[in-house]
């Protein structure tokens, strides 16, 4: 709504009009045309202006130098006049920051015209949006220029608008803005006119070109004038001007130089204006003296390009041939800095660039000489502010070519004076390695601010920057990496300045960017050099990777143009370089990977980067790049932060952190939780208020769109997270889903208010009313492929189509839900819906008629919840809150696979690539997974980074994004190229891996899975063998390989034996018959010749390895299903598990029972083990005992083994024979001694589920463990702890594990469907995680001699750490009933007081953790505090109580309460000094109790905390810890 123009709100539109700034529309720097010149034009546009029912546009087209501008201005003092301009902008070349700024201008101009309606219309679109200035080109035109402009009543008089030399802007932006003009034309008034100016360019055509701005366009062309009028128009400015020239130099000016001559030089002219102008400028400029001996020299020459021949008389006057080398090089320097220069340069920026290092004179002196020497001799060509005076006002004023064909001149070798010649590459070549020299001067703090500042809290702070850091080095900050991406790559000087800067100057040079408000463009400016440095090291023999070469027959070389590309990337925007080098580089590294086929192959010659000279330089780059977006954040906030809040937290094995990182820095120091390498996260974003429901990605990759139950919508830059304008308001509940239309004309959003509702996807304007049909919540919409018509699905349990030009809807509600709609896709072709419903069913529709095609799609249990259709329309890829994805047959619906399982909780969003082979999903565990289209597999490791569950995903059109929204309010963008899995799983199951065997030689691993089939892999690459091996119609749950390592045995649920070939896979001998129930266990004989088999039909069976005949009668006996055997070592006996809860021992000749089934367990037998001499069999049962037995008489032996508290699921022997590993539901591993039948050492804690499978390695010096927490643990066996780091890379629980014959191998398989492969005898280095505590981690401690880490949980637990390793120490400490509120360890570090949620106090040894007493019980409520006396002698322990606090005093040596103790006596100081109170801001920003500015805290680790000494403790399941002693005073 328009503010109304009345009483105080004038004041208020004037300032809201103030807030547009006032920004220079260029006028002032053109000149119109000389009175009497130009006549017919000016008629001609005119009669435009003044006609009501000419078209809305007119376009003036000429050449370089026919006087556009001028008629330009000639027209705006022409309309001033009479009014009906209404605003004008003029473009140069040289000023593209302002160019820019042209919509906010002409805005102000538009507001000050006289229009009291425009003029409240655009101060409303100001107060709508505050930082409109901030806002897309888009946005703005269409609330200042658009909008205002339609509003305005048809009875105003004629509304002018001039746009001159548009072609001089920034071709993006002109694009942009003539499409934005012509997008809107039809709707304006007719007095609305726009003039606009420019040379034929070819994007200045093509949007002429295009409706509806072409049915509304006037055109008039330059070169269609007659010769005669305009050679009289130079004629008369020739009469006018020179003799007020050069008066001073003539005796009779008044009709100098006289007709005649007037008449040659309008001929030589060649009917360009711009050589008229500069001709008289060259004439008149006083240092070239006669004028009459300058055009006696003019007239007499002959040449033919008549505007090169001035320019040459120019330069030749200004630096004659008698001139020393060193004043032309001084003269040719100057004149390339200001050709090259990316921005207009002042006379100070400019001394800077070309004073050499060895000069003897100041910095002031040597600009006087440039001036003096050089610009004063080319006033006919530069504009120069008082040239002849050194004035500091005006030496700020930038230095500008009068027109751009004298730059065409200089830089065209064909044309220019050799002397004069500028090299482009070269002159960059020079300003590089300028750049550096000034680059030198950097150093942190050069403003000497206060860290605990922001940049914009800092008073005078552009006054600072400008004093601290001289114009050059400013410069040489801004532009240094536009000069190197342009220099010859074969530059060894700037090959050595690069390194050397890499390698010393990053973080100054980020710290002058943030100053100066420039670290978005930090990113792109170091992608520039990482390209130019990739591109100098590239071979000319391998350039030929990237582009098919024109008519190249498939397959063919790629060949890149490096130059050119480097030419492409220096043109564009430091905010789109870094999408674009992402591109180019993922393209280079598939060119070479698909050459890489034989000998011949070009990419053989390619330098491997860690070979290169310039490797740790680009691996420091590439760091710098993500440090940039990691922490852009604190770094564009405040400089010094570099410092304080990004290189702390900096992953300490990238190389920017091992080159940066001082411990010395005076910041905070990460003890612990800092993480190791980079994320997969390229940037997080927050600014919604609530969850992030939905996201959207544009066609062009380059914006997303986000909706949230915070009843908005928002848009924000793709590269780098930043948001773009304020949120989009307009829904009056959650925004649960938005789609952007294929064409980027719209965005539809649907919300938990009922409706739907159009944006325009460049501005984020509401386009017509809400979309109202549906009768509850909206929770799904899709755009068809076309963009006519849209989708929606609602928890009304329906559909509903809608046009998307009229925004109403088509036909009626599509019904078949028997529940709430919760997610709808269209077919690629446009002609089928699809729809998933938490009624667990999938559904398709004619998308024409709306009618049901085939039956519903059943196979999810839960709802459906995300659904997609792949690229090329023959897969449906749905996901479930059952934890699943399932894939669907498009054409019939028919399911194809099982389900696909990883994620432990709902999954919630999907998407797939645009190659259609790999899916994302999204899911509550707070996950990405990446799985294979084909087979369902897992492509890479889960990504991890959201604090919430991951609630919508998208990716863009050309698959470079992809980015997920998620509970915890944030956005991710995620670089999905690469895993950062130690090592590749082993993927090619579809299903759960159930069992596997490594081959006696160690050279080959054998699978089996729920997908019925087996496969074999290289136990050393990983790389599959053979054929997958088909056959069985049942899970495989069990197999073996024959000692020989030839063949494979394999049981399965289809009640079947099999035989494969060991090598191949391929199928031997016939299908082993016989039992009438799943095969569950196996076993070889030591030589190799029988097999025997236990059944689910209680059964025994033996085979020969050989025919696959059965050998002898199945062996009876157990009572319920066979669960485990074994064979001993001598093949002499067979021992038997059952689920009777009994053990059997059979002879192996005749398959005869021996003596009675060993009972004794009170609960099925899961597991058992042979021992090496044959002697011994360990056994584990449901019954949570280990027992023994002996193998000869089946006779227990020694006593039970009690210890677990679950079900025993695994038991291994050692291999002397005289301990037993085992593995419990429990999460423990536990050793005992077979002799004594007594445990050895503690239970081995750190697993958080069952442990499901084990192994003793052979050296007996290890076991390995893999548990349904899906990881797998080393632990050493003298030790009891756990050692390496936790291999966490499977995404389901590990079901099974085999050891290779040397011990140096482990593999796992899981119900990821992936099998990995682990070195067991590397020695990792401990994570930075400290992990043991089965729940979350309420209180934390550092003993005073900082060797151990105590730990507090709520699982009732306190545990201890070595401080150095994070390795486990001592026993866990176990007493307390209920959570531990608090711990604190004496001042000796010998012991540890704990208080509870259970009333208690506890005091435990510091070393072992042992407990000490009993609990120390008295208070009436909860503990909160417990602190030692500083002599250790007391502990002081504070309770909760009705009214005040409880405090007692106990003493540390008798555990007593102390009555009436003197708190002050017994604490002494530490009565008075109260806790420190840290206080983290939404922001990430953590202050001290004073209200001082510390340093940023990354969102992975924010949480709640507490302040331990001088270390800060975040509170997570894994416990970062933070050294805050550089901020304790």
């Known amino acids: 709504m328009a503010i109304t123009h009345k009483g105080s709100n004038i004041l208020e539109i004037e300032r809201l009009i103030d807030r547009l700034g006032y920004g220079d529309s260029g006028v002032a720097k053109k000149l119109p045309c000389l009175t009497g010149t130009r006549e017919p034009v000016l008629a001609r546009i005119k009669r435009w202006i003044e006609e009501p029912s000419s078209k809305h546009c007119f376009s003036l087209f000429g050449a370089a130098g026919t006087g556009k501008s001028a ?695 509401s386009v017509g009313n809400a979309m109202e049909g549906h009768s509850d919540t909206v929770n799904c919409v899709a755009v068809s492929p076309d963009s006519r018509r849209i989708v929606s699905g609602s928890s009304d349990k329906t559909l509903c189509l809608w046009d998307a030009t009229t925004r109403t809807s088509v036909g009626p509600a599509l019904k078949g839900h028997t529940q709430w709609v919760k997610c709808v896709a269209v077919y690629p072709d446009g002609k089928t819906i699809i729809s998933g419903s938490f009624d667990s069913t999938i559904r398709r529709w004619n998308a024409t008629t709306g009618a049901l095609v085939g039956d519903a799609m059943r196979g999810h249990s839960l709802a459906v919840t995300c659904i997609a259709v792949t690229p090329n329309g023959k897969t449906i890829i749905s996901g479930s809150s059952d934890q699943s994805l399932r894939l669907w047959d498009a054409t019939s619906g028919a399911p194809v696979g099982g389900p696909i399982r990883g994620h432990t909780d709902y999954v919630r969003c999907l998407v797939v690539s645009t190659d259609g082979k790999m899916i994302v999903s999204g899911s509550e565990d707070r996950t990405l997974r990446r799985w294979d289209v084909t087979t369902g597999a897992p492509v890479a490791d889960a990504l991890e980074g959201h604090s919430h569950g991951v609630r919508c995903l998208a990716s863009s059109a050309d698959g470079s994004v992809i980015v997920s929204g998620s509970s915890d309010k944030t956005l991710r963008r995620w670089d999905v190229s690469s895993s950062s899995s130690h090592g590749n799983p082993l993927s090619g199951h579809n299903d759960m891996i159930l069992c596997l065997a490594v081959s ?44 020989n390592g030839r063949t494979v045995i394999s049981g399965s649920m289809d009640n079947t034996l099999r035989l494969w070939d060991g090598a191949t896979g391929a199928s031997v001998g016939k299908v082993l018959t016989g039992h009438t129930n799943h095969v569950r266990c196996l076993a070889v004989f030591p030589n190799g010749k029988l097999i025997v088999s236990g059944s689910y039909d209680k059964t025994l069976r033996m085979w020969n390895a050989i025919t696959g005949e059965p050998v002898g009668n199945p062996m009876k006996g157990h009572s319920d299903t066979m669960t485990c055997v074994a064979v001993c070592p001598r093949g002499k006996m067979i021992v038997s598990g059952s689920r009777d809860k009994s053990l059997r021992l059979w002879d192996a000749a005749t398959g005869a029972s021996v003596g009675k089934a060993m009972l004794g367990h009170t609960d099925q037998v899961r597991c058992l083990a042979v021992s090496p001499d044959g002697k011994i069999v360990v056994s584990g049962s449901y019954d949570k005992t280990v027992r023994l037995w002996n193998a000869v008489t089946g006779e227990a032996v020694g006593k039970v083994m009690w210890g677990h508290s679950e079900a025993v699921d695994c038991v291994a022997m050692f291999p002397d024979g005289r301990k037993i590993a085992s593995g419990s539901r429990d999460a423990t591993v536990r050793m005992w001694d077979i002799s004594t039948g007594e445990s050895v050492g503690e239970a081995m804690k750190g697993h958080t589920d069952a442990v499901h499978c084990l192994a003793v390695l052979p050296n007996g010096k290890k076991i390995a463990s893999g548990s349904h927490d899906r990881t797998l643990r080393i632990w050493d066996v003298n030790s009891g702890t756990s050692v390496g780091r936790v291999m966490k890379e499977h995404s389901d629980r590990v079901t099974c594990l085999a050891v290779s014959p040397a011990g140096n191998v482990i ?95 506890r005091l435990w040894n510091g070393t072992t953790g042992a407990a000490i007493g009993d609990a120390m019980e008295g208070h009436s409520g909860s503990i909160t505090s417990v602190t030692f006396s500083p002599d250790g002698r007391f502990v002081v322990s504070r309770g909760e109580r009705p009214g005040s606090p409880e405090v007692i005093v106990w003493d540390a040596s008798s555990r007593q309460r102390v009555d009436g103790a003197d708190l002050s006596m017994v604490l002494g100081d530490v009565v008075d000094q109260p806790p420190r109170m840290f206080r983290l801001n939404n922001h990430g920003w953590l202050r001290d109790e004073r209200g001082k500015r510390m340093f940023w805290v990354p969102t992975g680790l924010r949480a709640r905390m507490d302040v331990l000494g001088n270390v800060l403790a975040l509170y997570k399941p894994t416990v970062p810890l933070i050294d805050v002693s550089a901020y304790v005073s």
């Open 1000 to 1043: 006696p030689n160690g050279k080959v691993i054998v699978s089996g899975s729920y997908d019925q089939t087996l496969r074999l892999w290289n136990a050393i690459t990983g790389a599959p063998m053979g054929m997958v091996m088909r056959g069985h119609s049942g899970p495989v749950i069990c197999l073996a390989i024959s000692p």
């Open 1307 to 1401: 593999v796992t398989g899981s119900g990821d469907r992936t099998l990995r492969l682990w070195n067991a005898t590397e020695s990792a280095a401990p994570e930075n995680d400290i992990v043991g505590h089965s729940n979350w981690i309420n209180c934390f401690a550092v003993s005073p001699d900082g060797k151990i880490i105590v730990s507090g949980s709520y699982d009732r637990t306190i545990r201890l750490w070595d401080a150095v390793t994070g390795a486990p120490v001592g026993t866990v400490m176990e007493g307390h009933s209920n959570t531990v509120t608090c711990i604190v360890v004496s001042p000796d570090s010998t012991i540890v007081a704990s208080g509870s949620w259970d009333k208690t106090v």
């Open 71 to 765: 008629i330009a201005v000639s027209i705006a003092n022409q309309e001033k006049g009479t009014g009906r301009l209404g605003a004008g902008f003029y473009f140069t070349r040289d000023e593209q920051a302002r160019n820019k700024g042209a919509i906010l201008v002409l805005a102000r101009q538009l507001a000050n015209w006289g229009d009291r309606r425009l003029r409240s219309d655009i101060a409303s679109a100001v107060q709508e949006e505050p930082d409109i200035g901030q806002m897309t080109a888009e946005y703005q035109f269409q609330k200042l220029i658009q909008d205002p402009l339609e509003a305005i009543d048809t009875a105003s008089p004629t509304l002018l608008i001039i746009l001159d030399a548009l072609d001089e802007c920034d071709m993006q932006y002109a694009t942009t803005l003539l499409c934005l003009f012509g997008k809107g034309v039809a709707k304006l008034p007719p007095q609305v006119k726009l003039f606009v100016s420019s040379r034929g360019a070819p994007h200045i055509q093509a949007c002429y070109g295009s409706e509806p701005l072409n049915s509304h366009l006037e055109t008039h062309s330059l070169s269609d004038e007659k010769i005669e009028l305009v050679d009289n128009d130079i004629n008369s400015y020739f009469k006018e001007r020179l003799p007020e020239l050069v008066g001073q130099w003539v005796e009779e000016p008044l009709d100098w130089p006289g007709e005649e001559r007037r008449r040659s030089l309008v001929r030589m002219s060649e009917r360009l204006f711009i050589w008229a102008t500069t001709v008289a400028g060259m004439l008149a400029d006083p240092n070239f003296r006669d004028p009459e001996k300058q055009l006696r020299a003019l007239l007499s020459s002959d040449s033919t390009t008549n505007l090169d021949r001035i320019y040459a008389k120019i330069l030749d006057r200004a630096c004659s041939s008698t001139v020393s080398q060193d004043v032309l090089a001084r003269f040719r320097s100057v004149l390339g800095a200001l050709v090259v220069a990316p921005v207009p340069i002042n006379i100070h920026t400019l001394s800077s660039l070309t004073r050499p290092d060895d000069d003897e004179l100041d910095r002031r002196a040597f600009t006087n000489r440039i001036r003096a020497t050089v610009l004063v001799y080319l006033q006919a060509v530069l504009i120069v502010p008082d040239v002849e005076k050194s004035d500091p006002a005006q030496d700020a004023h930038p230095i500008r070519f009068i027109h751009t064909s004298f730059v065409d001149y200089l830089t065209d070798k064909s044309r220019c004076d050799p002397r004069f010649y500028i090299d482009l590459s070269d002159q960059h070549r020079q300003l590089a390695i300028i750049c550096f020299g000034r680059l030198q001067d950097l150093r942190r703090n050069m403003c000497d601010l206060d860290p605990s500042l922001l940049n914009w809290e800092v008073e005078g702070l552009e006054k600072k920057v400008n004093d601290c850091i001289p114009a050059g080095l400013r410069y040489a900050c801004a532009n240094v990496a536009t000069h190197v991406s342009r220099a010859p790559t074969n530059c060894t000087d700037i090959h050595r300045l690069v390194r050397e800067f890499v390698g010393k100057r990053l973080m100054n040079w980020l710290e002058g960017l943030s100053l100066m408000g420039r670290t978005h463009e930090a990113v792109g400016m170091a992608a520039l050099i990482e390209f130019w440095l990739k591109a100098a090291q590239t071979p000319p023999s391998s350039l030929e990777l990237m582009y098919p070469a024109p008519k190249a027959r498939p397959g063919s070389a790629f060949v890149i143009d490096f130059e050119r590309l480097a030419t492409t990337f220096a043109q564009l925007e430091p905010s789109r370089m870094a999408v674009l080098f992402f591109a180019i580089i993922h393209l280079f590294m598939a060119g070479l990977l698909s050459r890489l086929q034989g000998p011949s192959s070009p990419s053989t010659t390619f330098p491997s980067i860690d070979s290169s000279p310039h490797a740790q330089t680009l691996a420091l780059l590439n760091d710098f790049r993500r440090f940039v977006m990691e922490f852009m954040d604190p770094i564009s906030a405040s400089s010094l932060h570099i410092y304080y809040s990004a290189l702390p937290f900096t992953p300490s094995r990238t190389s920017l952190s091992r080159r940066y990182c001082r411990p010395d820095d005076g910041g905070p120091k990460v003890i612990r939780g800092q993480g190791e390498i980079w994320s997969h996260t390229l940037w997080t974003a927050s600014k919604h208020s609530n969850s992030i429901n939905c996201i959207a990605v544009s066609p062009d990759s380059q914006t997303i769109v986000s909706g949230s139950a915070d009843f908005t919508m928002r848009l924000w830059d793709a590269d780098d997270g930043a948001p773009i304008g304020k949120a989009i308001r307009g829904h009056s509940d959650a925004v649960n889903c938005l789609s952007v239309s294929p064409d980027g004309r719209f965005i539809v959003s649907g919300s938990a208010d009922r409706t739907l509702r159009m944006w325009d996807a460049s501005t984020g304007s």
